[in-house]
């Protein structure tokens, strides 16, 4: 069994120069520091920086044994999936600088470790980063609901591969700047479905699977 949670997205886009509190741009400065733009042959998506690791979502590389991969600081350059779970549908990139650093030779994020976070209320905000326009912006989500996976994805449970376009394999976050998840694909609502209200629902594994598979 496999715990997930939902989140509806939006197209607002929140901007650092007009947050009013320094610990909103901070919190948009994580989010911005720790997303890789990763694009394979058929769809642009993101990565998240956890540890010294690129990981990301199986959906978005599918069965690419190399992709691109963009840092916020630094150049296009390839990298190469070492390690896939199909369980969890998470995959790990290795970016072809020696030594897991950027063009410039910096480390890939400013810190070792993103700080945790649960997902919590229905309604919460959630800061998604968005990479569809090769420039990642922060966009503003809502938190749906968490629930239980009794079987693969794409068996048990109706998600579109490759989707969200710009969204899929990036990192969920609160609005507190906590890494709460990663985005694993779109749900496709089946057709005349009563819960389907027009918003785009997105299934996220939550942050303590994420770390358990990079440290595994």
Known sequence: ??????????????????CGHPSDALALERVLDRTVIVTTPVMVGAGAIVGDKVVTSLFLVGNYGQVSVRFRRGKKMSAFVTRRDTDRNL?????????LKTSRHEPLASS???????VRSIGDP???????????????????????????????????????????GGAV???GGEFVGLTIGEKIHPRHDPTDRGFRSVYALPAECIMDFVES
């Open 1 to 18: 069994m496999k715990k997930a949670f939902l989140f509806t997205r939006t197209n607002t886009t929140v901007c650092k120069d007009a």
């Open 91 to 99: 995959a790990e990139l290795l970016p072809s600088s020696r030594g």
């Open 112 to 118: 070792p470790e993103p700080h945790i976070g649960e």
């Open 126 to 168: 959630l800061l998604v980063p968005n990479v569809s326009t090769g420039v990642p912006q922060v966009h503003v989500a809502g938190t749906l609901y968490v629930t239980v996976l009794g079987g693969r994805f794409e068996d048990r449970w109706r998600i579109s591969p490759n989707e969200p376009r710009g969204f899929i």
């Open 173 to 175: 976050w609160n609005a």
